[in-house]
Structures are given as structure tokens and as C-alpha cells.
């Protein structure tokens, strides 16, 4: 056996699991920022885009519907299939209302564990079924816990699907989150051009800790309006910019 495709091998095995990780590191705000502004949420610095995770959920997402109903404000709802499968009316309902739908796996599991045929299969069985029930085709992808590897880049990347994460978000999962903790969180990271990161289900975090973020979001709303941002999806963030 001839030594030269033999170390070819043996380096193309060692830089696998290296290029499996490597997109962890865009999981850092400042390098997404920098580098990588679209993954960022950055938009038009008139606009702010507004995204919820970890929905549909039966208990939370209405009222986080009648809320965005009363200030005429659209947003994107990044949706586990699991949760869509158990209330497809809530995601029908999402739609109707003029939302937008996309993509956040089917369990929020941990990508990092999951392989390229595991990952393909996670996201395109979600994608597939939110636009069955729906009737909307998802365009955005949030990989759970805003954790990137190489196998996800490639399933977006084949499914049409663009990765996006967030320029600021409230650490509404917690247990100790307040309407008062979630909205400073976000103001202390919001400017024009960001993606807000709420939480529309609890299914994930702490038990009832949705209702910290469904308090603050009246405020969130009147402050955006205060500095003369548009609030709205990230389908009409993305397309501002071409």
C-alpha cells in the first residue's frame, strides 16, 4: 500500500470532526457580528426584525398572537416540529395572522451530537411539515441553542434554508427572568438593523418563564416605535438588503 493515500486518509479522518464543530465558534455574538452579519440578524438600521422560539405551543403562543395583533406587529416563529405536530391549528393560526414561519428543528436537540444524515433528516422532516400544515415555506433556519456545525451549514444549505441567529435576546428561558430583567436584556443589545430573540413556549426552559417575555414585549414594541424603527419578520429584514 502506497504511504502517500494512506496519510491522505488518516488526514482527512483527523480534520472531520474538526470541520463538524467549527461553525460553533459564530455562536460567539461578536465573531457573528463582525464576520458574519447576515447569521447576525443584521438589517436595514430603520427596521428591527422580532423572532420567537420553541413554538407552537397551545398554552403561550395566543397570547403572544393577541399581543403582536394589538400593536399590528408581524414577527417569524422559529417552530419544533414536535410542537407543530401536537398543535397544527396553532401553526395554521400563526400563518393566518400574516407571521412567518421557519425552522427550528424537530426536538430542540443539541446538533453538535447529531451526524450529516441525522442532521438532514432532523431538519428536513421540519421543514417538510411546516409547510404541509401551513402552507408556508419556510426560507430561515435557528439551529437550538444557536449551535452551527459543519453538517448543518450543508442541510441548510441544501433544504434552501438560511441560518439565522440573533443580535440580542432576553435570557427569558430562566427561571428567575422578569418582564423588567427581559426587556432591559434586550435594550442593553438593541439597535436599528437587530433581530430580537424571544421565547413564544416555556417547553424548553424554565416552566411558565414565557410570561416574562409576554410582559415585556408592550414595552419592547413602544420603545422601537420611540426611536422610529419598524418592527417586523425577518423575510422583510432580509429582503430590505437584498
Known sequence: MRAGPVRAGWALAAALPALHVAPI??????????????????????????????????ESTPRFLEVLAEHRVRATFFLLGVML???P???????????????????????????????????ARTRALIT????????????PYGLLTGPTLLAARRLGLAPVLWSCW??????????????????????????????????TSAPGAWRAGLGALPRLLAECRRQGWT???LGGHRDAVG
Open 132 to 143: 404541509a400544515v401551513t402552507g408556508q415555506t419556510p426560507r430561515f433556519l435557528r439551529p
Open 170 to 203: 432576553g435570557r427569558d428561558w430562566a427561571a428567575t427572568a422578569t418582564a423588567e430583567s427581559v426587556y432591559d436584556t434586550v435594550r442593553a443589545k438593541l439597535s436599528g438593523g437587530g433581530t430580537i430573540l424571544l421565547h413564544d413556549s416555556s417547553c
Open 85 to 87: 405536530q401536537r398543535s
Open 25 to 58: 465558534v459564530t455562536a460567539l455574538p461578536f465573531v457573528r457580528r463582525r464576520f458574519f452579519p447576515a447569521l447576525h440578524g443584521v438589517g436595514p438600521p430603520d427596521r428591527v426584525a422580532l423572532t420567537f422560539d420553541d413554538g407552537p405551543d397551545p
Open 231 to 233: 418592527v417586523g419578520p
Open 89 to 123: 391549528e396553532l401553526g395554521r393560526k400563526i400563518v393566518a395572522a400574516g407571521h412567518e414561519v421557519a425552522v427550528h428543528g424537530w426536538r430542540h436537540d443539541n446538533m453538535l451530537r447529531r451526524g450529516p444524515v441525522a442532521t438532514v433528516r432532523d431538519l
